[in-house]
């Protein structure tokens, strides 16, 4: 069968819509392109915000429009909130949420005699990871899924109920898997799931996600390990030390903030407070002076008042991050926060929005400024317009001109002369 992908949402769905790409692919069905005519379309969804469930419906429309005959299977975490809802949609064959992907092929190959299926199953007795291998991926960077699940149920986050409880990978799935991506030439991994602090909580052997990055060790080809989201109040002296001293450990470590008030990360049931969060930062600053801190941040989020909003800017301000997310607060059905009192009006989480959002560019401008005049190994990625393009391991983007060469996926130093809006510029410096 011809079969086009769609991925809405986060880095973990961006490798489980891969994943399932790779066992249909391999059981010898065709991969389309989206607006290309499809007998099949899987689409991955995402529930974090209204907008994500927003964007996943315009998308299932969407395919139905371009195939109306097409068979369309629909995973994620829109169809494992909302199974029925989305059954009833024009053109939708499947509905399969957040567990038994590795299971599409033969639940594909079945469309065809059955009507709608829903494949979405409960989430409570689940406990070990699926294992599905991304093998695939780009030409730059491959992503690796080590954890799914969250048991922390933060007030504003529909993903505990469309992930259910942590379940982390074994550390010799994960070594099979970089040695996979090594020998296919992939010089940086991203280590990525839905709450990467709580790898190996549920394992029986004492590890954690230090082991899981250990497991490069030895393969030479992986010269990265870029790291997804993690929270202050897991990364002690000790864990500081470890990420210090690793040289594949890319010095950029995305610390969600979500509020720099510490009234509202109590109603947002975070587990630190701003003192937590800055000793943190303080830590990772002293064993790395030059490391990036990236974040994300919610504004708006119910009853947060003018100073708590201003206390989140002053903070923001005072810590300097690399990059900020801006997330206006989002209501989800079925949260503690949506059920809270003082829902701020749309207007309101705009204004608030863009003010942090032009702070963050200011910020991401002065850090990016920091690089010039050193010279900083860049990965690079594609060319643009005659520019060849790539990220530094902190993750800021290098652009440098004139350079017939392929440089796609190729690790080289490189002179960083200026800034232009959001990016350096650079000339590579070429060994002899
Ligand atoms: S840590 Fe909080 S915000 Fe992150 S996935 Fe878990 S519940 Fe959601």
Redesign the pocket.
């Known amino acids: 069968m011809r079969i086009a992908y769609a991925t809405l949402g986060c880095k973990v769905n961006q490798y489980d819509t891969q994943a399932m790409r790779e066992l249909l692919e391999n059981a010898g069905h065709t991969s389309v392109a989206f607006d290309e005519p499809a007998d099949v379309y899987v689409i991955n969804t995402c529930a974090?915000t209204q907008t994500g469930e927003k964007k996943s419906r315009q998308m299932i429309s969407r395919a139905h429009a371009l195939s109306p005959d097409a068979k369309i299977v629909v995973a994620g975490c829109y169809a494992q909130r909302a199974a029925k809802e989305v059954l009833l949609l024009p053109g939708v064959a499947l509905a399969i949420g957040t567990k038994d992907r590795s299971s599409i092929v033969s639940l594909v190959e079945m469309l065809d005699k059955e009507k709608a299926i829903n494949a979405v199953g409960s989430l409570r007795q689940e406990k070990a990871f699926e294992e599905m291998s991304v093998t695939r991926e780009g030409r730059t960077r491959a992503h690796i899924k080590i954890q799914e699940g969250?048991?922390?149920?933060?007030t504003?986050?529909?993903?505990?109920y469309t992930?259910g409880p942590l379940r982390s990978r074994a550390l010799a799935d994960i070594r099979k898997q970089m040695e996979l991506l090594a020998a296919a030439g992939y010089q940086e991994i991203v280590l990525t799931g839905?709450?990467l602090m709580s790898y190996g909580k549920d394992l029986p052997e004492d590890v954690t996600l230090l082991h899981a990055i250990k497991q490069a060790e030895g393969l030479d080809t992986i010269r990265r390990i870029r790291l997804g989201?993690l929270?202050p109040q897991l990364l002690d002296e000790a864990y500081v030390k470890e990420l210090a001293g690793n040289d594949k450990v890319c010095k950029q470590f995305h610390l969600?903030l979500?509020s720099g008030s510490a009234s509202v990360l109590r109603r947002m049931?975070?587990r630190y407070t701003p003192d937590v969060y800055r000793a943190c930062v303080r830590l990772l600053r002293q064993a790395m002076p030059d490391c990036a801190i990236t974040t994300d941040i919610i504004v708006g989020f119910p009853g947060e008042t003018e100073r708590e909003f201003r206390e989140t800017m002053d903070f923001a301000a005072e810590i300097g991050f690399a990059r900020i997310h801006v997330f206006p607060y989002s209501r989800r059905e079925g949260t503690p926060a949506s059920a809270m009192e003082g829902q701020l009006p749309r207007s309101e989480k705009t204004k608030r929005a863009s003010a942090l959002i032009a702070l963050g560019e200011d910020m991401e401008k002065a850090y990016a400024a920091r690089l010039i005049g050193s010279v900083r190994d860049v990965l690079f990625e594609d060319c643009v317009q005659g520019e060849w393009q790539g990220y530094t391991d902190t993750y800021v983007h290098v652009r440098v001109s004139g350079e017939k060469e392929d440089l796609a996926g190729r690790m080289i130093p490189v002179f960083i002369t200026g800034l232009q809006e959001k990016h350096v510029t650079g000339v590579l410096q070429r060994t002899c």
């Open positions: 974090v969250c048991d922390r149920y933060c504003y986050c529909i993903i505990p992930r839905i709450h989201s929270e969600s979500q049931n975070r």
